[in-house]
């Protein structure tokens, strides 16, 4: 195989590959109705559509499917031969709520009120002008 033969092949599979995002597209947007903003998601239907998206050399796509929650991940290599397809299935997980590292005004006050009373429950002795006691060896 030329140089010429490798290039058009390159060629017709990106030409294939855009036909089938504006195909995706046009399906998206009959099922919703209206036009939609377009955020390079890759849809496909079902796992035939994964296997149908043709894709050029050295390339990755993550593939989501329009009907169920799975995506597939899809590579060829350095000639152009698709490796194996692989699908992944996901759940929705509840977003956590942010954790602050910091303390409100409110927090730092009860705090200096808390630290004062502790500080007052210390007893103190002091002492003007009195030496500190040695301790004694025996």
Same mark, same amino acid.
């Given at each position: 195989?030329? #140089? +010429?033969?490798? !290039?058009?092949?390159?060629?017709?599979?990106?030409? %294939?590959?855009?036909?089938?995002?504006?195909?995706?597209?046009?399906?998206?947007?009959?099922?919703?109705?209206? $036009? @939609?903003?377009?955020?390079?998601?890759? !849809? =496909?239907?079902?796992?035939?559509?994964?296997?149908?998206?043709?894709?050029?050399?050295?390339?990755? $796509?993550?593939?989501?499917?329009?009907?169920?929650?799975?995506?597939?991940?899809?590579? !060829?290599?350095?000639?152009?031969?698709?490796?194996?397809?692989?699908?992944?299935? +996901?759940?929705?997980?509840? /977003?956590?709520? #942010?954790? #602050?590292? +910091? =303390? !409100?005004?409110?927090?730092?006050?009860?705090?200096?009120?808390?630290?004062?009373?502790?500080?007052?429950? /210390?007893?103190?002795?002091? %002492?003007?002008? $009195? @030496?500190?006691?040695?301790?004694?060896?025996?």
């Amino acid at each position: 195989m030329n #140089s +010429f033969q490798t !290039t058009a092949q390159d060629q017709l599979a990106n030409l %294939s590959q855009q036909y089938q995002q504006l195909a995706n597209l046009a399906n998206q947007q009959q099922k919703l109705g209206a $036009a @939609e903003p377009d955020y390079q998601l890759l !849809t =496909v239907d079902g796992v035939e559509g994964a296997r149908a998206f043709r894709m050029g050399r050295n390339s990755k $796509a993550a593939l989501f499917d329009l009907n169920d929650p799975i995506f597939f991940f899809k590579a !060829t290599d350095a000639n152009g031969n698709e490796l194996p397809l692989k699908m992944f299935e +996901f759940r929705e997980k509840d /977003i956590p709520k #942010s954790e #602050s590292d +910091f =303390v !409100t005004v409110k927090d730092l006050e009860a705090f200096k009120d808390d630290l004062r009373r502790m500080l007052a429950e /210390i007893p103190v002795s002091v %002492s003007v002008g $009195a @030496e500190p006691e040695k301790e004694v060896s025996t």
